[in-house]
Nanobody
Framework: QVQLVESGGGLVQAGGSLRLSCAAS????????MGWYRQAPGKQRELVAS???????NYVDSVKGRFTISRDNAKNTVYLQMNSLKPEDTAVYYC?????????????????WGQGTQVTVSS
């Protein structure tokens, strides 16, 4: 009922920047918290940054001061601006959204993931 489509990944040199976008589409839903996760080869998926519907943000320590998460509620889109990228930021980045859907007899909470976008930082 909700699709998350990510864009903006790619290859960049260390010290460079990338901006990821994730747009939610569908009908009869309200997006609550949104976040970006990443998974590097051989490692567990980790939360990179999250943002509530009211705009409160949270970051993993390793990206504080370098990454900024933001959202446009009118467009149901979340962004991740990544600056001063390091080789250790290399991973597949996934968008996540907590959604309240009204597709059933009463509103219910659902969890959705994007398809992932590759970010590669060369040294």
């Amino acid at each position: 009922q909700v699709q998350l489509v990510e864009s903006g990944g790619g290859l960049v040199q260390a010290g460079g920047s990338l901006r990821l976008s994730c747009a939610a589409s569908g009908s009869r839903f309200t997006i609550n918290a949104m976040g970006w996760y990443r998974q590097a080869p051989g490692k567990q998926r980790e939360l990179v940054a999250s943002i509530t519907s009211g705009g409160s943000t949270n970051y993993v320590d390793s990206v504080k001061g370098r990454f900024t998460i933001s959202r446009d509620n009118a467009k149901n889109t979340v962004y991740l601006q990544m600056n001063s990228l390091k080789p250790e930021d290399t991973a597949v980045y996934y968008c996540h959204a907590g959604v309240t859907g009204t597709w059933g007899p009463r509103p219910a909470e659902y969890s959705y993931w994007g398809q992932g976008t590759q970010v590669t930082v060369s040294s």
